[in-house]
């Protein structure tokens, strides 16, 4: 590299910065860095933003080269006012970035591939949980499960009616019971137990949601977006049951699958006590 660059100083024309192999592992982490952003990016709304910066960066380096004066004068202009627009728009994306920030495992979603559950939940709540929709689902009766994870969901809860409950299946089925006084709203498991039910929910105001999910499914996403929270939903209209997490929706499962993403959450909690007690050995607590 010194070569090259000093043979194209003598020529005079070009001359191209001496890179050593601290450069190269710099360019690297950045590369690895911005590559894992952009992809923690992509599971969010701000995914469709970058797309609109890129087209509007787009736009103003054309408007440049063609010396447009009242494109790029309007550009200019729209980027103090975008910024703002920005904080505005993305306060739920840039309120649970800060959240993971200070529960300490913003790199840690960054960097890693899995994603880690803390708050799993027991076989007995799973069992639980898989039965009631399923027999919620076969007669049609509409549920909203929210089960919490790190974000603690108090101010949800206080919407609703407090329960503190062991989670089961006939608990569930009761509370969803069409025209009796907790079926409106969603129900919030924290911990194995149902701590409250006729909570109400942060409506999500995504464009990309299927026009034919109603208010439900709509409250289900909602607060999947502005906390780590997954939920659980049984379509009335339907019978169809579904999985939220980080506003992404997976529709039409059954009781397998639906058991096996709930267990998933178990088993990596299983892992985490591990790291936990790993951890504590090495503080010998
Ligand atoms: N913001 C909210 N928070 C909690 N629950 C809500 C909220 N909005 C609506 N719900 C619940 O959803 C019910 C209305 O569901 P709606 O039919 O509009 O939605 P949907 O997504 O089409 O569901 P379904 O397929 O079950 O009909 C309400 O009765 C209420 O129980």
Redesign the pocket.
Known sequence: MDVIGEALDKIGYLSIPRIGIRDIIDILVVAFFFYKVLMWIKDTRTWALLKGVVIIIVIAVVAFVFQLHTVLWIISNAITLGAIAVLVLFQPELRRALEQIGRGNFLGSILSTEEVNRQGLSEETVDAIVKACMQMAKV?T???IVIEQETKLGDVER?GIPIDAVASSQLLINIFEKNTPL????VIISNNRVTAA??????SDSLEISK?????????I??SEVTDARVV??????G?ISYVKNGKIKRGLGADELRRILSTHKKRKKHDIKMVLWKGKQKNE
């Open positions: 049609k509409g549920a909203l919407t079926h409106d709203g969603a006729t909570c109400f929910l942060p409506l034919d999910l109603g208010t439900r499914h709509r409250a289900a909602g607060v939903v049984v379509s009335e209209e339907t169809n």
